[in-house]
Every structure is written in C-alpha cells, then in structure tokens.
C-alpha cells in the first residue's frame, strides 16, 4: 500500500495530538493524586510525574501545529512530487438515430347505450282515466319541492330533501302554467322503485299557479328509503317535474287495540195486556211495565308498589401516619498522622 506524502502529515498530527490529549489526563491525574498523599517525598515525587507529563501534552500540541505548517513544504523539498498524466477523452459519441412513432391509434367504435329508462304511465292506472281532454299548448311545470305540511297561505312547513320518521304526511308543492283544465293529471309515488300511491283525475285548477300531491298515510307505512314523485299528463310524463326525497329512521310500530270486554245482553221488557171481558162498558186498560236492569260493576284495583332504598355502605378513609425520622451524623474528620523527621545520624567518637 502506498502512502503520499499529505495523507502521511495528516496521519502524524492526528497522532500527536491523541498523545498530547493522553499525556494531559495522565498529568491531571497524576497531580490530583500526588497531592492527597500525607509523605513529603512521596507527593513531590508525584507532583513531578505529573506536572512533566502536562509540559510533555503542552509539547506534543506545539509538535502537531509544527508538522501542520512546516512538515509537507520540507518533504516537497526532498520528494519533489511527479507530474501527474490528466486523461482527456477524444471520442464523443453521438447518437443519430432517433425513433419517432408515426402510427396514432384512434378508436373508431363508440358505446351508445340504446337502452333509456323512461318513466312511463303503468297500464292499470291509465284504465282508471275520467277525463277526454287532450292538453293544449306546451304545459310547464316545475321540480316539486317536499315539506311535512303546506299552510294556509301555500307556504311550506318544515321543508327539506331528507325526513326523519315518525311522519304523518309528505306534500309535494309545484308551480305549473299554460295548463289545460280539465285534462287528466297523475302523480306516482315510488319507494326504492316500488309503487306505493298514486292519485290521478282530471286537472281542476287554472291554467297558470300553484299545485300540490301529498301522501298521508299510516305512520307505520313510512318505511326508510329514497322516494320519488313522477307527474303525468295524460299517459306524457313531465319531465320538468318530480323530485326525490329520503325518510330516515324506523317508523312507529303500530298500537294493539283491545278488544271490548264483553257486555251483559239487554233484559227483555215483559208487558202485560188483560183480555177485556163482554162487559159492554170497556174498562179501563191496565198496562204493568217490569223492568230488570241489572248493573254489575267489576273494578279490581290492585296496586303494587315496590318501594326498595339501596343505603350505601359507609365509606372507609384508612389513615396512615408514618413519621420517618432521619438523623445525619457527621464523620469523624480524619487526622493526619505527624510527619517523622529523621535524626541525623550521631557520629562515633573514639576515646582518647
């Protein structure tokens, strides 16, 4: 593997500054340690140790900023670097084919639905018609607008696309013109595309105004579903017209009827005529009328009332008292033992 001259520089500062950073927290250690020992020599020795090793981080910091700006200018001077071959690229290609699609799909065929569903007047009510007038003119009519009830005045009541049971009754409001009086009307009523009611009779209002169809019936017959309202002309269905609406929510059920309780049949009434006897003079007729009526009463009349008063039991509040009671004692303060000095040793003295 070969290794240039920066990546060389490199690799020694990062190598002077981990040592230096190493030397430094030996020091520190090293005096912080040597300052807690109770023997003179002992501690100097340490302080020593440890202040030579700060100094040796200090010189190890001032190597790596050395080697940063003064090694790679001196190697350059020993190892003058080579030239360096730069590769240039002479072929370009080019590409000149270029695929360009000259076919266009374009569909030829188109689905037309040939099936439209059109309203149309069913056979058995257009046997019920009464009226032979045959409409004049072109009629309007407009979308039906639905409400609960109509007032006095043609105002709608509550009105709305969505009704939420009970119901009693729907209205359908419109307004028409250039009608023909006289000529057959129908108004067909369906729920989720059933036929449910209509009415049908020969128009009887003028030829421009106000109109209605309403549906009262049962409230239990108001079953939830979307419902819809067609109007005809004759056997024409007025497209302008109708409307849908939604009943929501289950209808009331219907209220069971108790039957009568079972009554005492009527006493028959006895009357009494005497036969007149051949006395000439006819005598007085005596007519004696007896009644029975008897009247029996049966009122039972049973009360039951349960009376039944839960108390609850007492609510139990546990208390508990715990006092802790902590007491810090202080540690003895350690006594540094005395320092021994040695004597200087006594020199021995000879006799005389």
Sequence with gaps: MELDIKTGVQTAILLALFFG??????????????????????????LVRGWRLIFAALGMGIVSVVINFAAEPVAYRFFPPSPTVTL??????????SPTLTITLTPTITNTPSVTNTPSMPEEIAAQFESTVTPVGEYIFSPIQFARDLDENWQLVEPGVEFANPIQKIVGLFSYDQMTAGAQWTALWYRNGELVYYETLPWNGGTGGYGYTEWAPSSEEWLPGIYEVQIFVGTDWVESAGGTFLV???????????????????TPTRTFTPTQGPSPTPSPSLTPTVTITPTVTLTPTITLTP??????????TPTITKTVTVTRTIRPTDTRRPTLTPEPPRRATNPP
Excluded: C, Q
């Excluded at 190493?22 to 040597?34: D, E, H, I, N, Q």
């Excluded at 929501?248 to 009527?266: D, Q």
């Design 21 to 46: 950073v190493l030397f430094l927290y030996l020091g520190y250690r090293t005096v912080k340690s040597g300052s807690k020992l109770p023997y003179f020599r002992k501690r100097r020795d340490m």
């Design 248 to 266: 929501t929510g289950e209808p009331p059920t219907a209220t069971p009827t108790i039957a009568p309780s079972a009554t005492l049949p009527p």
């Design 307 to 316: 009376t039944v008063t839960h108390t609850r039991r007492p609510t139990l």
């Design 88 to 97: 240039t690229p002479t072929i370009t290609v080019t590409p000149t084919v």
